[in-house]
Nanobody, 120 residues
Framework: QVQLVESGGGLVQPGGSLRLSCAAS????????MSWYRQAPGKERELVAV????????NYADSVKGRFTISRDNAKNTVYLQMNSLKPEDTAVYYC?????????????WGQGTQVTVSS
């Protein structure tokens, strides 16, 4: 049973920080490409950050580069998104995504999402 469960969202003031967690089960996060997406009301879902299976290389959207950090803890089978210097425009539902390949086929999985609200 493959499952992704996000946590750590909440209400934070501009300039504050949050750390989101994505706990995986049914597979190991080091065997998949793991990503964080976000979607604000009335807007498209956008890619925020990705950590690649091979070597753990990371990529970020320009809007969050220098402020957000994606990482993984293989022992805990968990992926994190450290969010610093938060802005109101970061307000969105944040989703964890996993992509892996098995026997020549691509599989994608999504978590349920966690709400992040940045407001005074």
């Amino acid at each position: 049973q493959v499952q992704l469960v996000e946590s750590g969202g909440g209400l934070v003031q501009p300039g504050g920080s949050l750390r989101l967690s994505c706990a995986a089960s049914g597979f190991t996060v080091s065997s998949a490409d793991m990503s964080w997406y976000r979607q604000a009301p009335g807007k498209e879902r956008e890619l925020v950050a990705v950590i690649i299976e091979t070597g753990g290389s990371t990529n970020y959207a320009d809007s969050v580069k220098g402020r957000f950090t994606i990482s993984r803890d293989n022992a805990k089978n968990t992926v994190y998104l450290q969010m610093n210097s938060l802005k109101p425009e970061d307000t969105a539902v944040y989703y964890c995504n996993a992509v892996r390949w098995r026997w020549g086929k691509e599989y994608a999985y999504w978590g349920q999402g966690t709400q992040v609200t940045v407001s005074s």
